[in-house]
């Protein structure tokens, strides 16, 4: 075989390949959104007004079904994960939430999402997110007031 | 416009959120200007919560990660299994019935199942292959999209929560809010559940 056939097949083969390397690596990733928001009851100079950062329109829906009545977007991260690869966020209150890609499928993203408060565990969850859903952790007080950050799957389908 | 007094009336529908939707608007106004509705909703959402973490608290003591695959498998144990009738039993039974007749060796089922393709192949190559030049052909029904798993806008629906942990001190709840389908974790001090 010469070399210019050598050549040839070799290119063959990687127009093959790497197309399909490249198919299987967007199967594995995902990217994930993690919003932390500070809800609050503050007394507002205009009563009627219900105050939610306008940057979190997404979530307005959400928002309004919970006892609060501003809305303050604390963090929005995005982050490309692959299978075991993990992400944290810092919160207000010494707390740290790590979340960590369990598995990916066509169907869905499992994640694995830790809350620590001062390097210690407080809550641990597994979650399975079909398309593009996200779920809300709420509850943690701070002394400005309670965090809710919603964790969302963004990514090839 | 709602009062003060109304709003107590349709507190409970108001928690469950089972008031229909222009009642909801209603008190949604209320809430706003009223710093004490607003504070009386809150107290009882609250509670809720605590409730709900309670009674997690109860069940999330329960391992319960096998119940799916074991539900599944006892459903599929439950499920008789549907005895299928060969298709050339009742064709045997009748030449059996038919004066005692028994079948040539070519009428075992694989071969009867090969001349029964035979056949089949005879009959389409007669209708379809035979067909005058330009007579139009039958047009394949066009492929249908794929049916997407879930529907624009109801993607909040698509969440499962797994498995649930908490720390000790602390107490962990999950529910889904009923308009909007958002899937929440609750997380809560122990004090603050026990409503100290």
Known sequence: MGCTNKVTVLALIAGLVVPALALAADNDHATIQVTAVLATNRAKAKPKAKEVDPRLHVLKSQLRRFPFRNYKLLRMESYDLRRSDQCGVELPGSRYLQVTAVERTPQYLKLRIILNQNNRPV???QVSLQGNSRVLLAGPRTDDGTLLV????KGPR | MITCNDFAERL???LDHRLARDEQLSVDRHLHDCD?????AGRHQ???VILRTAVTDVVAAVDVSGLWGAVHRAIEHDVPAKRVRAWWVPLRDW??????WTAPAWLTPLRLTGWAAAAVAAIVFVAFGLRAPGTPRVQVAERQPAVSMSKPGSQLHNVRVDSLQASEG???ATWMQPHTGAQIIWVADADAAAGR
């Open chain 2, 170 to 172: 602390h107490t962990v």
């Open chain 2, 95 to 100: 030449l059996r019935g038919a004066g005692g």
């Open chain 1, 123 to 125: 809550m641990a969850a």
């Open chain 1, 150 to 153: 919603a964790i969302g799957a």
């Open chain 2, 12 to 14: 409970d529908l108001y």
């Open chain 2, 36 to 40: 004490a509705c607003s504070a009386l």
């Open chain 2, 46 to 48: 609250e509670r809720q």
